[in-house]
């Protein structure tokens, strides 16, 4: 519990800062930050903190990034963390360009669930966003269903003049195969010129521009998986859309039930505050387990009651430094 009552029991582990895409809202233009790969936490150090969080009680993980289907150690990672007593899920959230590759000894290893970023199906607008290919995110998410993942999601970051005309295509390709599909409101963690009134598109906005579509149902279960957002589904395709309002819905941050690790190795209880604890230097100074459990501990008490993201919040790292 934190000193909120909330029960924090899921981990998002970044394992990399690295991609091979550069979507306009992660990563700044010509971005050069990149971290040495020295500073990274190796696959041992990433398993030992992954104890300790699962002796703490921590029982969904996720693996992200960055892309983190880049790191070469990714099975190895995922096949240790799945034989750790208390592990009880691992997903991981990637771009999908190389599930073709990936996807079926990812399922292999152990993982349940993979959502996929997709924030169009126009070819032209998927690249100026990200930068990459389409045709690879759609051949990668035709592997990870052929590879039978229990669970296949689908994330679209929201922008104005950029791909709310992809809402309602995104809406008919999630219903046709049957993939939850989350709308996530844009948040100001790569710089802060990235969230401005132009191109912020309102969840609000976008369950009104459905509405004109289909009709919405609000759901017994509002809440499905370990994420943030609130379900509905479409009476008509029958699709099941997800809206995570990070900055309009004012109650966004009463049920978070995790915290982040960065690739460098920080704890980062919340996403939208600066705060981090270093457990690196703790992990490479010879500290034991139990300090390892204070670093987390200390996490836990400082964990804050909510995001700072609508009060003028200026990123010092950037999304894809953070882990996603
Ligand atoms: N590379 C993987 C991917 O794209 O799914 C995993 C890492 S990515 C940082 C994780 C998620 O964060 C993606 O769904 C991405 O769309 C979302 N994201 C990144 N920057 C964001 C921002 N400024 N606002 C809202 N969501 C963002
Ligand atoms: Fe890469 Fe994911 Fe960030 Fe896009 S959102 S730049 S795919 S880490």
């Known amino acids: ?46 398993l030992r903190v992954v104890r300790v969080a699962a002796a703490l009680g921590f029982r969904k993980f996720r693996l992200t990034g960055g892309e983190p289907l880049v790191r070469h150690d990714l099975l190895d990672i995922v096949r240790g963390m799945k034989a750790i007593p208390g592990v009880d899920d691992v997903g991981i959230s990637t771009n999908g360009t190389k599930l073709a590759q990936v996807g079926q000894p990812l399922r292999e290893a152990g993982i349940r669930g993979v959502n996929v970023s997709l924030d169009a199906l126009d070819p032209k607008i998927y690249r100026q966003i990200t930068g990459g ?5 759609l051949a990668g998410i035709r592997a990870a269903s052929a590879a039978g993942f229990e669970r296949i999601k ?16 995104l809406v008919l390709f999630a219903a046709e195969h049957g993939f939850p599909l989350r709308f996530i409101e844009l948040m100001p963690i790569t710089t802060a010129d990235v969230l401005t009134e132009k191109n912020f598109l309102p969840i609000g906005e976008a369950m009104q521009l459905l509405a004109r579509r289909d009709e919405l149902v609000s759901r017994p279960d509002p809440r499905i998986g370990n994420g943030p957002a609130t379900y509905y589904s479409l009476r008509h395709t029958g699709a099941l859309i997800g809206f995570i309002g990070a900055l309009t819905n004012l109650h966004f941050c009463d049920q978070c039930n995790k915290m982040r690790l960065t690739a460098d190795g920080k704890i980062r209880p919340c996403l939208g505050n600066h705060g981090e604890l270093d457990l690196r230097v703790v992990l490479r100074n010879g500290g034991d387990d139990a300090a390892l459990r204070d670093v987390f501990l200390e996490a836990l008490r400082s964990k804050p009651l909510e995001h700072q993201f609508r009060n003028q919040y200026q990123p010092q790292r950037p999304m894809t430094a953070i882990g996603g």
């Open 1 to 46: 519990m934190d000193a909120f009552g909330r029960k924090i029991d899921y981990l998002r582990i970044s394992i990399t800062d690295r991609c091979n895409e550069r979507c306009l809202y992660c990563m700044p233009e010509g971005y050069k930050g990149w971290e040495n790969t020295r500073d990274h936490l190796t696959a041992d150090e990433i």
């Open 133 to 137: 290919d389409l045709n690879l995110t």
């Open 154 to 169: 689908l994330n679209c970051v929201l922008m104005r003049g950029v791909n709310e005309g992809e809402i309602w295509p």
